[in-house]
């Protein structure tokens, strides 16, 4: 069954309409580590996104860290998705029912983390090619989508199971060799991951009483999405039998109500895979892990409601909200701000912190990174702790929580943010060593070559040193490295810092 084109092109005016003010917000969270500073890898020890990572370079090199474009990209593959899951709907559901799923989930306020937060492009782009996975009947063209989706987000291995329920041909599972023989063959890519949220780290019966209390928000935040709040962490430490026994009996009484368990099947694996339940994530709670199991729900919704006009108030208050929330990722202060106040959460005191800092404002910036290393310690909050102390001339203090975040992890900021504690110290023997053993790690990291550079021509190391900081200055030609340059060769000791 073909899609009127007047109904595409309402998708994309509505969608559009929605989220359009977004494209003129700046980057917000760790989109700087990411798409600035570009940092990412998709080989790194932890993921393997290199489909995902290749997107985001390419834009990057043909545009620059423009956040327009990032933001263009990801409401346009989001659009995208909207009428390819409408005709993905058209095969199971009348004509009014499928466009009132799809226009919900264009406009859903779930949805919005995934359109508006750059770094989560990877969303709507393993879904991209997930839909078309199932749209296509020819197996090889649906195995090399499912193969892109994959290696967008490992989320897109969901589209596997849909596959073969859908299809019932095995010779699909030819993907997950394709896909293991680069991941672990070639790149040699693991699942060693740091510890980075408190989820990670309790115990069995505690995770599991957070699955529940985890997979009653997920249904929440389908019918009741207000209150959204970025970077969830928060945990529980008992059961609530009340919320487990209803969420059993609800997918009892559907399972058996349904003839096609296509769509429960769909939002089943969704939210196992995020509910802590087998394996702990980064966070507790995300909405845009929401991304895919949305589309489950929506399907299980069309199964047992006949769409009635009336009906179409729904996308029209979600429309108004999600627009609403488009505007809270106008940029990291005004998220972090506003997200303060609906939880407590480590990520968001700490990025609220850097934010205050970047705006001349260390003594807010303290108070907040010190709630966020009380909440849950990590290498990015003691970082930040680290140069707010810097800022303030704390430089004891500083050296403590820089040494503290590499307890927890090993990033360049660390390596570079002590070697600065240093230099400031006159403990120039030790700036030497510890930008030494950041450069095993980073050995292209111009900042940790400046350093080294500085600290042993103070030392009286004065060739080494002018190597080391025309070395940055080879992988980073800023102009101020170009002043230190200058001077050292006119043997001025008189200037950085």
Known sequence: MKIKQGIVYLLIIV??????????????????????????????????KPVFYFTV?????AFGPNPIIFHLVSLVLHITNSILLLSLFKKYFNHKTAYFLSLVFLVHPAAVESVAYASAMQEP???????????????????????????SKETGILFLPVWLYMRRDFRIFVILGIYAVQRFWIFKVFFNK??????????????????????????????????LSFGQNWLVEKFDLIKLFFLIFLFVLIFAKLKSKLFLLWAG??????????????????????YFPLIGFLGIVGSFVKVRPAYFLIPMVFAVLS?????????????????ANKSESFMVESGLASELLRIDKPDEAKRHALKSVA???????????????IKMGELENAEIALNNSLHYGT????????????????????????TGEGLKRYPRFANLWLYMGVAKYRLGQKNEGLTAVQKSFTLNPLPETQVIINAMQKGDNKFFL
């Open 15 to 48: 969608g559009f309409l929605t989220f359009g003010a977004g494209l003129f917000n700046n980057f917000a969270a760790d989109d700087e580590g990411l798409i600035i500073q570009n940092f990412g890898s998709s080989f790194t020890a932890n993921y393997f």
């Open 323 to 339: 627009f609403s929330r488009v505007l809270d990722w106008k940029d990291s202060l005004t998220l972090f701000l506003r997200d």
């Open 57 to 61: 370079s390419n834009i990057r090199a």
């Open 375 to 389: 909440l849950f310690g990590t290498h990015i909050n003691n970082i930040n702790l680290g140069a707010i102390y």
């Open 194 to 227: 740091e510890v980075v949220a408190p989820i990670m780290i309790i115990d069995l019966y505690s995770r599991l009483a957070t699955s529940v209390e985890v997979l009653w928000r997920y249904l929440v935040l389908f019918f009741v999405p207000i209150n």
């Open 125 to 151: 782009l393993f879904l991209f090619f997930g839909l078309l996975a199932l749209l296509f009947k020819n197996i090889i063209v649906s195995g090399s989508f499912i193969l892109l989706s994959v290696l």
């Open 269 to 290: 694996i969704g939210l196992l895979l995020h509910s802590q339940i087998f394996m702990p994530l980064d966070g507790t709670f995300s909405e845009r892990w929401f």
């Open 411 to 434: 990033l360049v900021q660390s390596y570079q943010g002590l070697a600065i504690v240093y230099i400031l110290k006159g403990e120039n023997e030790k700036a030497v060593l510890i």
